[in-house]
């Protein structure tokens, strides 16, 4: 499709969004699989839930302009997806592969806010004010979705992972020098 109007663009992003939301369905499953923490899990699962409501309402908005919403895949999507993928393949401390697993969760909520930001402003220029009130409520969902995992990182995941890893030894920095002794984190 040539990108000779903002409607034009508008669609485009749309179709953009609607492939990421479907790539997301195969993937928080896996996610919500590989995370130890049981309150990880449950953020993957509800957040799979809230993501069939974000692709209905997708639905919806193809269906008002009568446009398809097939047709386009998600490039970044697919890379933030591989990415993920990776981390599931690590071995390692569960709570560590849980706190890699929010990192990754982060960034696709972090690609999701900048793209449902952007259509819902398209279709309030556009005068489309009821996809507008529905891109919304998706970007407020991420905008949750991402305090959620932030929330949970910060007070238990990430201090779990830690903790797990105390009597390591780690390279310790201090004035620009690097020094081998064992640091206590």
């Known amino acids: 499709m040539a990108l000779d109007s903002l409607h034009d663009l508008y669609v485009e992003?749309?179709?953009?969004?609607?492939s990421a939301e479907n790539q997301l369905l195969k993937a928080l499953p896996k996610m919500?699989?590989?995370a130890s923490a049981p309150e990880l899990k449950a953020a993957f699962t509800e957040?799979?839930?809230v993501t069939r409501g974000q692709v209905g309402r997708l639905e919806t908005i193809f269906a008002d302009l009568g446009v398809s919403p097939k047709g386009k895949k998600c490039k970044a999507m697919e890379g933030l997806i591989?990415?993920?993928?990776?981390?599931?393949?690590?071995?390692?401390?569960?709570?560590v592969i849980d706190a890699a697993l929010i990192g990754a969760a982060q960034?696709?909520?972090?690609?999701e806010?900048?793209?449902y930001g952007c259509v819902r402003t398209f279709a309030r220029l556009l005068g489309y004010t009821k996809a507008?009130?529905?891109l919304q409520a998706t970007l407020d969902e991420e905008g949750e979705a991402d305090k959620a995992l932030t929330e949970l990182a910060e007070t238990v995941i990430?201090?779990?992972?830690?903790?797990e890893g105390d009597d390591e030894e780690v390279p310790a920095q201090r004035n620009g020098k690097t020094s081998s002794k064992p640091v206590r984190k």
């Open 13 to 18: 992003e749309l179709k953009d969004l609607y």
């Open 32 to 34: 919500a699989k590989a």
């Open 47 to 49: 957040h799979l839930e």
């Open 82 to 95: 591989e990415e993920g993928k990776e981390i599931l393949e690590e071995d390692g401390e569960p709570a």
């Open 107 to 111: 960034r696709v909520e972090h690609y």
């Open 113 to 115: 806010m900048a793209g």
């Open 132 to 134: 507008e009130k529905l």
């Open 158 to 163: 990430n201090i779990e992972a830690e903790a």
